[in-house]
């Protein structure tokens, strides 16, 4: 029997990251067994469902790259099978009709079968509810729509589904879902529910945590093979300390035994550095373009930029970006001369005792090399500070803060040597007449 998953999203807002891990999981576990992955649009609350939530689901699909088997399913298109399945549960005594205190009309009630359900969940393991917990529920309301429940479980009879891999707040749907299988008279799918993303406090992740739909993250400028990777392995180890793997690695791997039931945290910054990781492999063209990008939405790279200049600070940040929203504040100092100072490190560093006289010192020495390259640059740092009897950080430090206003950056020497002579030494300048106080000059 070949494996059929499917996701299938309500489409009534943005698409959380909870949801679209469901997606990835199923979507590994049809690439590794060779089976389908399909989608099926669960649009039946026609008020709570748009046009622009389903875009938005097949836009989230597309941006991570989870391609399904065949054309969507929609739900509402389903409507007649749903029909004829009440109809054959209703002959052969599974469902009944009658009044629900609360709804005007008739409703339609499948009859639970009186006794124990119990199945076995690929992560969470033996789940069991006794007889009288499980009672007769609705499955068509008075105005003739079907519920939830009941459109589901259709839904996967008709589309040949066996797998059920979907998150664990629907664990108690499945006791009723298992029923409804059964009194169809079809095979009861396998069932795996995932554990639910949480946040620092062990609540379940939401918007108010941070960016918790797949739009914030490509809105924001994270690679898509970074969140497929980073939500892969939210829930599921596959052993050893391998954390950066291509697809092909993870479909290879993927196995329910590995996925945890205990609930997954969401860690931001272990995220952004794994984006980070992923921005690494990027071809430099394709770095640049989402660099420069990131700058001009920020309005951090000023018209008429050098473009050999841009390409310089580029490869220098190729390697220490972790995430492109971060960048602008990172490097505006490379394109501008009025960018902001870090007072705390400027404090720290520029107003420390005996800064002032060093810097002067290493702008004299600066301004007498005549190469203005990281080596050079990096040696007349070194002698100065030697002469001085002086930790280099003496003075890399000011330097670095005068030449860009920030305490953290690319490696001194090579950014000296990108910022070029002209602004190294106008910056030390400024900063000496800024910040020095009596001492410049000294
Ligand atoms: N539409 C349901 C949801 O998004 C489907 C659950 C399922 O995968 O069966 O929660």
């Given at each position: 029997m070949s494996i059929r998953v499917r996701f299938a999203?309500?489409?009534?807002?943005?698409?959380h990251i909870g949801n679209i891990r469901a997606a990835i999981f199923n979507w590994l576990f049809a690439r590794h067994h060779g089976g389908e992955f399909l989608l099926r649009i669960e649009d039946t609350d026609r008020e709570r469902s748009t046009a622009?939530?389903?875009?938005?689901?097949?836009?989230?699909?597309a941006w991570l790259g989870l391609n399904y088997d065949a054309p969507p399913v929609y739900q509402t298109a389903q409507l007649p099978r749903h029909q004829e399945a009440v109809e054959q549960l209703l002959r052969a005594g599974h469902a009944y009709r009658g009044s629900k205190?609360?709804?005007?009309g008739e409703v339609t009630f499948f009859r639970m079968p009186g006794t124990d359900i119990t199945f076995e969940d690929s992560v969470k393991g033996t789940m069991s509810k006794k007889a009288e917990d499980l009672k007769d529920f609705v499955i068509v309301r008075s105005n003739g729509t079907p519920v939830f429940h009941l459109a589901n479980v259709v839904d996967d009879v008709t589309m040949g589904i066996t797998h059920v891999i979907r998150g664990d707040d629907h664990v108690e749907n499945t006791f009723r879902h298992i029923a409804l299988f059964?009194?169809?008279g079809v095979p009861v799918p396998a069932y795996a529910h995932l554990p639910m993303i949480v946040n620092a406090q062990g609540k379940p992740y939401s918007k108010r945590d941070g960016a918790a739909f797949v739009g914030d993250f490509r809105a924001k400028g994270f690679l898509p093979e970074?969140?497929?990777?980073?939500?892969?392995?939210?829930?599921?180890?596959?052993?050893?300390?391998?954390e950066i793997m291509t697809r092909r690695e993870m479909i290879d791997l993927f196995e329910f035994k590995q996925v945890k039931s205990s609930p997954a945290q969401m860690d931001m910054r272990k995220f952004e550095w794994m984006n980070g990781e992923y921005i690494r492999l990027l071809p430099e063209e394709d770095f640049r373009r989402q660099f420069r990008q990131a700058l001009e939405s920020a309005g951090a790279l000023p018209s008429g930029t050098d473009e050999l200049y841009f390409n310089r600070v580029a490869t220098l940040m190729h390697s220490r970006t972790r995430?492109?929203?971060?960048s602008p504040a990172l490097v505006a100092f490379f394109f501008r001369e009025d960018f902001a100072w870090d007072e705390k490190v400027v404090k720290k560093r520029l107003h420390k005792p005996g800064a002032a006289a060093l810097l002067a010192a290493m702008r004299e020495r600066f301004s007498g090399l005549d190469c203005f390259t990281a080596d050079p640059l990096e040696k007349a740092l070194h002698a100065l500070a030697a002469d001085k009897g002086v930790e280099i950080g003496?003075?890399?430090h000011p330097v670095r803060v005068a030449v860009s206003g920030l305490g953290v950056g690319p490696g001194l020497f090579e950014m000296l040597e990108v910022l070029g002579r002209d602004r190294v030494l106008s910056r030390l300048a400024t900063a000496l007449a800024l910040h020095g106080g009596n001492e410049s000059g000294a």
């Open positions: 999203p309500s489409p009534t807002g943005q698409v622009e939530a389903v875009q938005g689901v097949l836009d989230a699909l205190g609360d709804e005007g059964r009194a169809l970074a969140l497929f990777n980073f939500l892969a392995l939210l829930g599921w180890s596959p052993g050893g300390d391998k995430s492109f929203p971060e003496e003075i890399i």
